[in-house]
């Protein structure tokens, strides 16, 4: 698979969306939220990874329902997920926000994560 220069890689999702990202550290453990993304590269799906505007709380019915379909299947959902465990209050994964970006500026639809 090539990547265009829009593309989003692990290292540009993490480093562009992550606050919880550390460059050099355990970059094998991946969100579920990165596993999203991930996939609908491999789908063919170009998903742009430049950062956007400043880092906000993403909410409302988008966000409810990436909690559905990506949190609750999280491996870090029950004990490691700062997002979780505070309901919301601590920020949430670097895939997390870019799948809400993505969703909330029309570039995939709810359809495309099946």
């Keep these: 698979m090539s ?3 829009n593309q989003a890689s692990a290292v540009e999702v ?3 969306f992550c606050p919880y990202y550390k460059p050099g550290k355990n ?5 579920e939220g990165f596993r999203a ?4 590269i491999e789908r063919g799906r170009t998903v742009p990874c430049e950062r956007r ?3 906000g709380k993403p909410g409302g019915e988008v ?20 997002f979780i465990l505070t ?3 601590a920020p949430s994964c670097g895939g997390f926000v870019l799948l809400f970006y993505l969703l909330s500026e029309s570039h995939i639809t709810v359809e495309d994560m099946q």
Excluded: T, Y
Aim: hydrophobic share 30%; charged share 35%; proline share 2%.
């Design 63 to 82: 966000a409810r329902m990436l909690q559905a379909r990506i949190c609750g299947v999280c491996a870090f959902h029950e004990a490691d997920c700062d």
């Design 87 to 89: 309901k919301g209050e």
């Design 37 to 40: 993304v991930r996939r609908l």
């Design 3 to 5: 990547m265009h220069k």
């Design 14 to 16: 993490c480093r562009n």
């Design 53 to 55: 505007g400043p880092r």
């Design 27 to 31: 970059e094998e453990l991946e969100c």
